[in-house]
């Protein structure tokens, strides 16, 4: 097929084209064609293509929409149009916005739903049908990881959109796969300092963890650097997905003699267990002779808005807020709130980021051929992006920059002024060695 | 002419001819990319199977989907543990999911009506429950299970198949089960599936599946023993199920709990009734078009529409993109709810029902027209 | 046992929703022979009258935060506090239970309108098609309201006074630890005068009657020449203003998100079938048995016996039932089995 019927799946001249090639030609695969000069979707007219995938419909659906925002924003960007956003700040740039190696930025978009299999069958689609050299997006570790897998298979980049779970770049990293969000590991070494430093050494923490790998993931980075402070680990109470009505998991803690309780739960989880827990009158209890405190290990904005007046003096980390002064975060905020009338939630952020660095890597490389993508991304060390000096470590494909450490605001200003950042904490202690996960890269694939 | 076109061979010929040419003709509507056109196949497989049991005994399973989660968990451990040829893994799934078929079957159609509905409801949701938490070891959980490096693959190492860097893909005897060559695979088992499927509507065990639905208490009375009839339908059914699961992860080899979960057991529900349950064909058409609004309008965007659009002038264009966009990219649910409603309220049946009644017309038009071939059971009250 | 305790209150509490949700399905099963997998969506409809009714009340005077420049941030304060003071904020702050009257009538409107224009007209199609009629309403009632309001939960508390917990142990002269939030135990109450409400209208009117008669033989009531439809319209009303109910009273335990009902929804299809079709008692005794026993499959020791007990007990105990119980605890004979 032509490229510029690429954009659209049911144009006239799409439906013209598409028949006529396939009369003339049937439907030649062009899926997995591996061969020395050329690699998947290599791109032949004027416009290169990238694949957006969030989740549209579901628990998640105001998230994707905020990502999808920050794709499209992107994509402007790149081609020159707008204010150029991050553009301006980010160090080094090869970009000229003039899309990518002269080639304009075009975008196809579908919907994960939330799961692996949609996620998959949707990702497919733009590697298939749409000829998309990259795939990014997410809102979930478990999508994020098969995703991942499914473009290292196909050859195809993947820039990972929000997903925490060590997993994603651990054990089950990938050569094709990149993450800038932060993982569970840096959480827990961001919180551990400033929860000594607000509570102090002598704590006992009653953990409830959402059912599933990324709920584990976070439950042993906390337990690993609040008990190197000296905390005891009362209980770590699994929950199922979904539960809804945590009441039957919450009454234990009352009387558990804890005084710390960490709620591992993201999404509807966080912003129904945090509801109850406080209905339950934790936060204005007494043990031990201290003041009872509940954590929110990973906070995000958007759902924090769900749990309303109960966030409030809640202790958490996040990838990057909107109310960042640096020149990076400032650029993206105003040029985001101009185009949208809000400010972008860190998931917009991570997603933004990650689509100039895909395409600031193929102009480095000066080709969209995966392999030389990987080789300018691996070791990539650039700032102006928001999280201050930030390196893609060659060794994991991982992130590594400063990371938040947040508080439920006791006075917002405005609307959008939930979180409060207590503490950047630096680079140099989230840092971890690269074998520390486990997990293997393989090799490039094309 | 009539007969010739009742008779199997034909409706078996002309079955296949659409579905091998099917990359061809869904190419304009843009659903000809080798992805969906697995899915098309496999969620047919699923459906077809599906209405063996709903769709003749009117038994109506709220669980298939766990059948199919057990052959896909089933499949990717072949992978995992043998080998990468497909054909083992797909005999293995099928056969462990008519095992789950059987027991789960046993104990559910011991009950009726919505009683034996929410049994196999309460074991595909303990399924999806557990594998999605504490059977971690086997399952990977909510990441799914996925093929990794360290594999064993004991068949492929004996058959001195070389381990390199990057994960094996998997094959029949070395064609690869990705991109079109996959779904011809698909497409291969799925008219198989059919001819089983046409074979047991047209037999003396089809007619007494049919009886069943229509009036149990009176088979019984003539001392017509009903359970080994139903429980051998609920097992071919499961086993229709876990084929599918298999080819899911034989065309892309990941198993994820997911797939159990009540909201997956649902739509084959859905795609039956919304085709015509009962019917040959219906099931299929109901899968082709869930899945076409699963992965097509759901990838519609604004400036897609706009192209579309593009040829009405400029503030008509504004008006429709505004209105349609409701409907596609994070609407297509509501597209999806709507169909469902409408097509309901006005062809009871489903969309066979319309076919059936279009046809007719057509006849009374231009007498002596060819029928279509599609198999309209008469609609007694369940 | 303090722990015993919470947990039984737990129970209660799960089991009064379970209930509530429960009962109005069973009436339009019993009653109108109709699988509607559309009262979950009612469920959730109720919920957002809490939320639309917090939302008209707060509308607000916004003043521009003028340090913000890239877009408009605003503090917000509703008119309602500006105009009355302290009164304004009191009306806000009581939000929820002013919902209660508003979603009444609202529910009901909506309860006539969907059977009027929609389920009416399925009477007497086969059980598959009401399902696909009413899911398929069920998702266009979704997004209509994910198009409104978003997709993520949006929170509705309680009122002030009632928002923390009670030491009930102190109250009752037993442990101090024992403590449990106030608008929990307002919910179970709220849930019991439901319930007993729905109960004494069905046992004491005439038009309770008819219905108890129809749900035991429709026919037959329609034969003697009484106004069956008419009463089904109000049957399907009432069961639609008990869902919505249930959704408003949830609110502050749950904040709301257009996809609540769906999350409810296979729940109290098991509530109903395990208490047996076609009876009311049957729906509120399985609602509180399932809420019971599932608050004591999540206790710490259960589950270091029984790992992952808690996610499978509703569905373990409604195998067994069903297993033990042809017809659940108390179905009658020959409704919904063929």
Known sequence: MSDDSKFSTLSRRGFLKASMAAAAAGAAPTFFINNANAYVNAPTGGTVTLGFNVPQTGAYADEGADELRAYKLAVKHLNGEGDGGMMNTMKPLSLKGNGVLGKKVAYVTGDTQTKSDAARASAKRMIEKDGALMITGGSSSGVAIAVQGLCQDAGVIFMAGLTHSNDTTGKDRRKHGFRHFFNTEMSGAALAPILEKEFGKDRTAYHLTADYTWGWSQEGSIKKYTEALGWQTKAAVRTPLGAGDFSQYITPVLNSGADVLVLNHYGKDMVNSLTQAVQFGLRDKQVNGKDFQIVVPLFSRLMAQGAGENIKGIYGSTNWNWSLTDEGSKAFVKSFGAEYGFPPSQAAHTCYVQTLLYANACEMAGTFNPCGVIEALEGFKFEGMGNGPTEYRAEDHQCFKDVLVVRGNQNPTSQFDLLEVVNVTPRSAVEYAPDMLGGQLGSCNA | ?382 | MDEILLQILNGLDKGGAYALIALGLTLTFGTLGVVNFAHGALFMLGAFCAVSVQQVLTISKRVKDESITFFDAYKETPYLELWWGDTGAMIIDYAVPISIFVAIPIMLLIGVAIERGLIKHFYKRTHAEQILVTFGLAIVLQEIVKSLFGANPIPTPAPDIVSGSAAIGSMLGLSDALVYPWWRMIYLMFAAVVIFGVFAFLRFTTFGMVVRAGMADRETVGLLGINVQKRFTIVFGLATVVAGLAGVMYTPILPPDYHIGMDFLVLSFVVVVVGGMGSLEGAVLAGFLLGILQSFASMNEVKSILPGIDQIIIYLVAVVVLLVRPRGLLGREGVMED
């Open chain 2, 1 to 382: 002419m009539k007969e010739l076109l009742k008779s199997n061979l034909v409706i078996m010929v002309i079955f296949a001819v659409i579905v091998l040419t099917a990359p061809a003709w869904l190419t304009p509507i843009g659903a000809g990319y080798p992805d969906i056109l697995q899915k098309f196949a496999i969620f047919g497989l699923f459906a077809i199977g599906f209405n063996i049991l709903f769709g003749l005994t009117g038994y109506l399973s709220f669980g298939h989907a766990a059948f199919l989660g057990v052959g896909s968990y089933t499949a990717v451990w072949s992978f995992k543990l043998l080998t990468m040829n497909v054909l083992p893994a797909i005999i293995f799934s099928t056969l462990m999911a008519g095992v789950f078929a059987l027991v789960i079957g046993f104990i559910s159609l011991r009950r009726s009506g919505i009683y034996f509905s929410i049994l196999t409801l309460a074991f595909a949701q303990m399924s999806y429950s557990l594998a999605y938490s504490v059977l971690t070891p086997i399952t990977n959980g909510e990441t799914g299970l996925q093929l990794t490096l360290a594999d064993p693959r004991v068949v492929d190492g004996m058959m001195g198949i070389p381990v390199t860097d990057s994960l094996p893909t998997t094959n029949l005897f070395g064609l690869a089960m990705s991109g079109y060559s996959g779904f011809y695979f698909c497409a291969v088992l799925l008219i198989v599936g059919f001819y089983v499927s046409l074979k047991i509507f047209r037999s003396p065990y089809g007619m007494k599946l049919r009886a069943i639905k229509s009036n149990q208490t009176r088979m019984k009375y003539t001392g017509f023993n009903t359970r080994p009839y139903l429980l051998s339908a609920f097992v071919i059914s499961g086993m229709f199920a876990g084929l599918a699961g298999a080819l899911m992860a034989a065309t892309d080899p990941l198993a994820g709990a997911e797939r159990m979960q009540w909201t997956a057991s649902g739509e084959v529900v859905l795609m039956t009734i919304l085709g015509g349950m009962g019917t040959l064909i219906g099931p299929l058409l109901g899968v082709g078009i869930i899945k076409y609004f699963e992965n097509i309008f759901s990838a519609l965007n604004e400036s897609a529409l706009h192209e579309v659009f593009s040829f009405l002038p400029g503030w008509l264009e504004e008006v429709m993109v505004w209105i349609s966009h409701h409907f596609v990219g994070e609407g297509w649910h509501l597209t999806l709810g709507t169909l469902f409603m409408l097509v309901v309220i006005f062809l009871p049946g489903g969309v066979m029902e319309g076919i059936t009644r279009l046809s007719a017309y057509l006849k009374s038009k231009f007498k002596g027209s060819d029928e279509i071939t599609s198999e309209k059971v008469s609609e007694d009250a369940s």
